[in-house]
């Protein structure tokens, strides 16, 4: 039931998605278990999203996506037309992204929270990232 | 001019437009490429 990407590298899963993913998250639990236990442990969880501050990881694998996705245009001509889609949404996404970091940190400074839609939002797409990264990699490390 | 950006920036209704229209263009990018490379 693993991903194909999961089996065939997991080593380039490891670094490049679950450190920036999951590793912080790790941290925070081993934090929070040292000193307030385990429902501080949620809350902290909680903080460390509510500001927006998953768009600067999906940035970072938009980016790196991109690059994959730019870097292997010539060396694969029969995926031409889904290397474009992935490049332009790439584009698209750290556009709407850098927005969103700006607007976040506009409306902190106004004293004024999150909205939750855009925390959920940013939740769901670190996830599609995951995968889509994953899957482009291994899809232009076979041609 | 700047009053506008500001209450644009912080109004909840432009927040929540712009995450659904994020959220949708990534759904139908994902979909997409995948959908295109399966071809």
């Known amino acids: ?143 | 001019m700047r009053k506008f950006f500001s209450r644009l920036i912080l109004s909840d209704r432009f927040s929540d437009v712009l995450a659904y229209l994020f959220g949708i263009i990534m759904i139908v990018g994902v979909v997409g490429t995948m959908m295109l490379a399966s071809h």
């Open chain 1, 1 to 143: 039931m693993l991903p194909s990407y999961f089996i065939q590298s997991p080593g380039w899963f490891a670094i490049n998605v679950l450190v920036p993913v999951l590793l912080p998250f790790a941290v925070i639990a081993a934090v929070a278990t040292a000193t307030e236990g385990w429902r501080a442990f949620i809350q902290m969880l909680k903080k460390s999203v509510d500001a927006g501050q998953l768009f600067w990881v999906i940035l970072g694998m938009l980016a790196s996506t991109g690059y994959e996705a730019f870097s292997a245009y010539k060396r694969c001509p029969t995926l031409h037309e889904a290397i474009s889609l992935a490049l332009g949404l790439c584009i698209v996404g750290a556009v709407f992204c850098s927005i969103f970091i700006a607007l976040n940190t506009s409306r902190a400074l106004q004293g004024q929270t999150v909205r939750s839609v855009v925390v959920w939002i940013s939740i769901l797409a670190t996830l599609i990232m995951s995968h889509y990264y994953s899957t482009i990699h291994s899809m232009v490390s076979r041609c």
